[in-house]
């Protein structure tokens, strides 16, 4: 699409990591590349001049703050996040990448406890999805710590009885003795744009959210593909 010298930035805010380099992938499947981004650098913001489009790094819980508060239009973030942060943005797209699913878990002997609603001990990073999963959805009081990582070191060492943690190959838990308890939610990789950029560069976001669904739907439609002729 071609861009005229006066047209506005979209400011694009991706979460550091994993996430960051899916959503290039994804990006690049539909002719936006950021070449830089791939090097290594340190840098933590980057500019397609041709695309007049900006795209910055940052750390996960602070992508929907940014959002929310107009420093950048649009964020890739965890729905765990998401969820947590109870920003006030538009989630405007699932991106398919990034699943895995938000966990109780514990040693086996806290199962007993969760059954019987004992009062009990939860340590997360994420202490708002935590307090609505016990005290909403299943109406028990808890005690909820928060914690800002290494979250499976809770039980271990006697903080905690249980965790509520994001389990993907479930490798952290076993090497910790610990296992899935209780599923609270499955997660994945949103797309959030800012509530006033949405209508006042809807054209643009929204074309934006049309290629990047056609992106998928086409890698979708080639792994089933691929699959059937595996099968053939
Ligand atoms: C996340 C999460 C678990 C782990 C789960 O931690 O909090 O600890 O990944 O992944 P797995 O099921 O594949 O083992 P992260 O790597 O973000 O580090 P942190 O605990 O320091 O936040």
């Known amino acids: 699409m071609e861009r005229t010298q006066e047209e506005k930035y979209l400011t694009i805010a991706l979460t550091k990591g994993r996430l960051a380099d899916r959503t ?3 990006f690049e499947k539909i002719g936006i590349s950021m070449e830089e981004m791939k090097d290594g ?6 500019e397609n001049r041709e695309q007049r489009l900006r795209f910055f790094l940052a750390k996960g819980p602070d992508v929907p703050t940014y959002v929310e508060l107009g420093a950048a239009d649009i964020g890739v973030v965890g729905s765990d996040i998401i969820m ?3 920003r006030r943005v538009y989630e405007v797209l699932d991106l398919g990448f990034g699943r895995c699913t938000m966990c109780v878990c514990g040693p086996e002997e806290a199962r007993e406890k969760l059954r019987h609603h004992e009062m009990i001990r ?3 990073k994420y202490p708002n999805i935590a307090r609505e999963y016990f005290y909403n959805e299943k109406q028990q009081t808890v005690d909820i710590i928060k914690l800002n990582g290494s979250v499976e070191l809770g039980p271990i060492v006697g ?5 509520v943690d994001i389990v993907e190959t479930g490798s952290t838990l076993r090497e ?3 296992g899935v308890l209780e599923e609270v939610c499955p997660l994945s990789a949103r797309m959030i744009v800012n509530q006033v950029s949405m ?3 809807n054209v643009r976001i929204r074309g934006l959210i049309a290629m990047l669904r056609a992106a998928q739907s086409a890698s979708a ?4 593909a691929s699959r059937k002729r595996g099968k053939a």
């Open 221 to 224: 439609n080639l792994k089933f």
């Open 41 to 46: 650098s340190r840098k933590l913001i980057f």
């Open 176 to 178: 910790n003795g610990l």
């Open 24 to 26: 290039l992938a994804l």
């Open 122 to 124: 939860v340590a997360s």
């Open 199 to 201: 209508q006042m560069e």
């Open 159 to 163: 903080l905690s009885d249980v965790i």
């Open 84 to 86: 947590e942060e109870k």
